[in-house]
């Protein structure tokens, strides 16, 4: 059985850091982990893509120089290392499993609970 369990959010400053992780188990028949987000009243929008072997990664446009995606070498724990946050950045962060090189929520069938990312000013 596919599972995800994220952690790692919290409270920051705008221009801080947080680090998301996404503990996983049974997931290399997916393919893919998908990081997301949703802001109340938003839709969930994609952040971030990487391969289960950790060998291709994609980080959203909007997000480039601030976030990078990557893979423990051991565990199968991927992780989200957000810099420079914004106001914006604000939402629920959720990792999901996916069988397509895709960001497109549509496209993942296994997720998280997801973890809360606030930032202030």
């Known amino acids: 059985q596919v599972q995800l369990v994220e952690s790692g959010g919290g409270s920051v400053q705008a221009g801080g850091s947080l680090r998301l992780s996404c503990v996983t188990s049974n997931i290399y028949s997916m393919g893919y982990i998908g990081w997301f987000r949703q802001a109340p009243g938003k839709q969930r929008e994609g952040v971030a893509l990487?391969?289960?072997?950790?060998?291709?990664?994609h980080i959203v446009a909007s997000n480039e120089g601030r976030f990078t995606v990557s893979k423990d070498s051991v565990a199968d724990t991927f992780y989200l290392q957000m810099t420079n946050l914004k106001l914006e950045d604000t939402a629920m962060y959720f990792c999901?499993?996916?069988?397509?090189?895709?960001?497109?929520?549509?496209?993942?069938?296994?997720w998280g609970q997801g973890t809360q990312v606030t930032v202030s000013s």
């Open positions: 999901a499993a996916g069988s397509r090189f895709s960001v497109s929520p549509d496209d993942f069938g296994y």
């Open positions: 990487i391969s289960t072997h950790g060998m291709h990664t």
